[in-house]
């Protein structure tokens, strides 16, 4: 498979994002694939020569916001 990047979002990582989750833009969401009625999605990232297991959901309390942790 080959690897391929695309810039999607950038921002300043608080404390919680690096910690906790990285919580990012909604606007993102179109350029992820669909959830198709689940809730979440995980990602393998490849650093280096590892895949890293990432996972994509929707908070469910307070503001619907994307996360990965």
């Known amino acids: 498979m080959a690897a391929h990047s695309k810039l999607v979002f950038s921002k300043f990582l608080s404390d919680s994002d690096i910690k906790k989750r990285l919580a990012v833009p909604s ?3 179109r350029s992820l694939p669909p959830f ?10 490849l650093h280096g020569t590892r895949f890293w297991p990432i996972l994509y959901s929707i908070r469910t309390k307070g503001y619907n916001k994307p996360v990965f942790s």
């Open 27 to 29: 606007a993102i969401q």
């Open 36 to 45: 198709n009625g689940g809730p979440a999605l995980i990602f393998q990232f």
